[in-house]
């Protein structure tokens, strides 16, 4: 017994104090940050909000668009361009107010097949009241991105361009 104690023991001494090459050092990941694997995902849609649609539009989530339970959905609105030609783009929820004292939001709601983007006012206020550039031909760009990420980095939600880099 004695012996074939030993024989293990020396067995397991061997095999766990071996060491061989450590390789090359593989490529570096996204963004040059060594380790990381991640693609962020995002697509755009315009969208008309009418009486006729309930000022409501219910979006498909392509196809080719991996979402994961953990994944987190950013919508954001295009509210303008630059003289330089860049966009200009405002997080939703958004609140926005009328030249008369008035109120809406822009908002949406997530599924793992649809984004639904709506107008959303209190009961009083009438939607129909909003001028046309605020309700037709709006622009919103809906972004996935691995939720995980977002919180090991500290990334600014808040801001397009902080999360648009980490976009493919």
């Known amino acids: 017994m004695r012996k074939l ?11 766990t104090a071996c060491e ?10 996204l963004n040059g940050q060594n380790g990381v694997n991640f693609v962020g995902q995002s697509f755009e849609r315009t969208v008309n909000f009418t009486n006729a649609n309930g000022y409501f539009a219910d979006i498909e989530i392509p196809l080719d668009i991996d979402l994961l339970e953990s994944d987190m959905v950013l919508v954001y609105r295009l509210v303008g361009v630059d003289n330089d030609g860049f966009d200009f783009w405002r997080p939703l929820p958004e609140t926005a107010y009328t030249d008369d004292g008035g109120e809406f939001q822009y908002n ?18 009438d939607l129909g009241s909003i001028p046309e550039i605020n309700r037709i ?17 500290n990334i600014d939600i808040n801001n397009f361009n902080d999360v648009v880099q980490y976009v493919q």
């Open 5 to 15: 104690t030993f024989l293990l023991f020396s067995l397991t001494f061997l095999l």
């Open 20 to 29: 061989g090459d450590p390789g090359p050092p593989g490529p570096p990941g």
């Open 108 to 125: 949406f709601d997530h599924n793992f097949d649809f984004v639904d983007i709506y107008l959303y006012a209190p009961p009083s206020f």
């Open 137 to 153: 031909d709006q622009i919103f760009r809906i972004v996935i991105l691995p939720v995980d990420f977002i919180n090991s980095n």
